[in-house]
């Protein structure tokens, strides 16, 4: 059974740093895009981050880009989500989804139909002030 587990979340200061993980369970983590994605209270998901599966290709939104790195190791079988300089507004669920298609920023962004295969769990990040 193909599953995702985050980890990593937790409270830190502003201006602190965290770093999320994502394993999968099932498959090698190279054969998938794998995409960051967080709720921050009363917003819609956001697309944060992605690594692409063909070509290591990365993207970011422009509230985290300078700020956030994603990485892929393989030897680990992890994705990893550097997240420095955090805010207050960075507050939220964070979740790690897969996907079969590419790495683009306008799919992070906008995903069409279908985009994410699996969702873990999520993990929660705390901000504070």
């Known amino acids: 059974q193909v599953q995702l587990v985050e980890s990593g979340g937790g409270l830190v200061q502003s201006g602190g740093s965290l770093r999320l993980s994502c394993a999968p369970s099932g498959f090698p983590v190279h054969h998938y895009t794998f995409v960051w994605v967080r709720q921050r209270p009363g917003k819609e998901r956001e697309g944060v981050s992605c690594f692409g599966h063909s070509d290591d290709s990365t993207a970011y939104s422009n509230a985290v880009k300078g700020r956030f790195t994603i990485s892929r190791d393989d030897a680990e079988n992890m994705v990893h989500l550097q997240m420095n300089d955090l805010t207050p507004e960075d507050t939220g669920v964070y979740y790690c989804?897969?996907?079969?298609?590419?790495?683009?920023?306008?799919?992070?962004?906008?995903?069409?139909?279908?985009?994410?295969?699996?969702w873990g769990q999520g993990t929660l990040v705390n901000v504070s002030s």
């Open positions: 989804a897969n996907s079969r298609a590419r790495c683009w920023y306008s799919y992070l962004i906008y995903p069409p139909d279908k985009y994410f295969e699996t």
